[in-house]
């Protein structure tokens, strides 16, 4: 009887501390509750060095020198700004294009390699984030003139010489080598993630290699050929410095074009809605574009 009261008294004891919140149930969750403190200071920086010179320009596009749309009129009644604008987009479309066909075949060699190749292929495509922009252009330089090294390796083989430096070609060129990485690296991210064992169960299927690549492989590899080919195509669209050293006056992109009103003219206005025009445009493809993949991915769900 001792025993069962004693037990009893210590049982009772124990209880309220049994049902009292213990410390980290009560103890405040900050990262929970308030999860927007930790992308705070991304979010200043943002708006500091990007948002505000965003609005600024564009403000400037609007009113100088005079509010109203004159600028804008400017820009869409003048056929060489018109000529310069397409121009620049296809040269963009270019760009992608050639580097999602260099680069696809490259970042699937990258998943079947062994660990010591792919480390190699890695660091092969690291390499240009390693050395400078400048100096990458003005290699081109020197590799696409008319007596470089290009042109000299064509002519041993009984071709050429070709016209490489001062074009569009020369530019493309040029262009895709700076932006092939932002292409490997997301083709990479995705085709690693791919079950290996797909390919080989479709062809114990009866289907050939080149069809259960097609069928099987590639639309896997979609969400990173979209996610590289908006990357360098965006990326294509700003592009200065090797439009300006690889190419000719008669060829010049957007941004050269904005770079002689600001700097050269002194005109703000005509710059901003330049680059408003651009942005606008921009952002209406990336509009098409996510709509597209989001229709191509029902039609593959279902």
Same mark, same amino acid.
């Given at each position: 009887?001792?025993?069962? =009261?004693?037990? %009893?008294?210590?049982?009772?004891?124990?209880?309220?501390?049994?049902?009292?919140?213990?410390?980290?149930?009560?103890?405040?969750?900050? %990262?929970?509750?308030?999860?927007? $403190?930790?992308?705070?200071?991304? &979010?200043?920086?943002?708006?500091?060095?990007?948002?505000?010179?965003?609005? &600024?320009?564009?403000?400037?596009?609007?009113?100088?020198?005079?509010?109203? $749309?004159?600028?804008?009129?400017?820009?869409?009644?003048?056929?060489?700004?018109?000529?310069?604008?397409?121009?620049?987009?296809?040269?963009?479309?270019?760009?992608?294009?050639?580097s999602l066909l260099l680069s696809y075949p490259y970042?699937?060699?990258?998943?079947?390699?062994?660990?010591?190749?792919?480390?190699?292929?890695?660091?092969?495509? @690291?390499?240009?984030?390693?050395?400078?922009?400048?100096?990458?252009?003005?290699?081109?330089? /020197?590799?696409?003139?008319?007596?470089?090294?290009?042109? =000299?390796?064509?002519?041993?083989?009984?071709?050429?010489?070709?016209?490489?430096?001062?074009?569009?070609?020369?530019?493309?060129?040029?262009?895709?080598?700076?932006?092939?990485?932002?292409?490997?690296?997301?083709?990479?991210?995705?085709?690693?993630? /791919?079950?290996?064992?797909?390919?080989?169960?479709?062809?114990?299927?009866?289907?050939?290699?080149?069809?259960?690549?097609?069928?099987?492989?590639?639309?896997?590899? $979609?969400?990173?050929?979209?996610?590289?080919? &908006?990357?360098?195509?965006?990326?294509?669209? %700003?592009?200065?410095?090797?439009?300006?050293? &690889?190419?000719?006056?008669?060829?010049?992109? /957007?941004? =050269? =074009?904005?770079?002689?009103?600001?700097?050269?003219?002194?005109?703000?206005?005509?710059?901003?809605?330049?680059?408003?025009? @651009?942005?606008?445009?921009?952002?209406v493809m990336i509009a098409l574009l996510a709509v597209?993949?989001?229709?191509?991915?029902?039609?593959? %769900?279902?």
């Amino acid at each position: 009887m001792v025993l069962d =009261q004693l037990s %009893g008294d210590v049982s009772g004891a124990a209880r309220p501390a049994a049902d009292a919140p213990s410390p980290a149930r009560t103890a405040p969750d900050a %990262g929970g509750r308030r999860p927007a $403190l930790l992308i705070l200071p991304a &979010l200043i920086a943002l708006a500091a060095f990007f948002l505000y010179p965003l609005a &600024l320009v564009a403000w400037n596009a609007f009113t100088d020198p005079a509010p109203g $749309l004159g600028n804008f009129v400017w820009f869409f009644s003048e056929p060489a700004n018109l000529a310069t604008l397409g121009r620049t987009f296809t040269t963009a479309l270019w760009v992608t294009a050639v580097s999602l066909l260099l680069s696809y075949p490259y970042a699937y060699a990258m998943t079947v390699a062994g660990p010591r190749v792919r480390g190699l292929l890695m660091m092969l495509v @690291l390499l240009p984030f390693w050395t400078s922009l400048m100096v990458r252009t003005f290699a081109w330089v /020197i590799l696409l003139q008319d007596t470089g090294v290009i042109n =000299q390796l064509l002519g041993a083989v009984g071709l050429g010489p070709f016209s490489l430096i001062r074009t569009q070609t020369g530019v493309i060129i040029g262009m895709v080598q700076l932006l092939m990485p932002f292409m490997v690296l997301p083709l990479y991210a995705v085709m690693s993630g /791919i079950d290996g064992r797909l390919l080989p169960a479709a062809r114990s299927l009866g289907a050939r290699p080149a069809t259960a690549f097609v069928t099987v492989y590639m639309p896997l590899s $979609l969400p990173g050929v979209s996610a590289g080919c &908006l990357t360098v195509f965006i990326s294509a669209l %700003g592009f200065y410095i090797t439009p300006a050293l &690889l190419g000719s006056p008669t060829d010049a992109l /957007i941004s =050269q =074009q904005i770079f002689t009103q600001v700097n050269g003219l002194l005109k703000w206005g005509r710059g901003g809605a330049m680059g408003v025009v @651009l942005l606008g445009l921009t952002l209406v493809m990336i509009a098409l574009l996510a709509v597209s993949l989001r229709r191509a991915g029902r039609r593959a %769900g279902a």
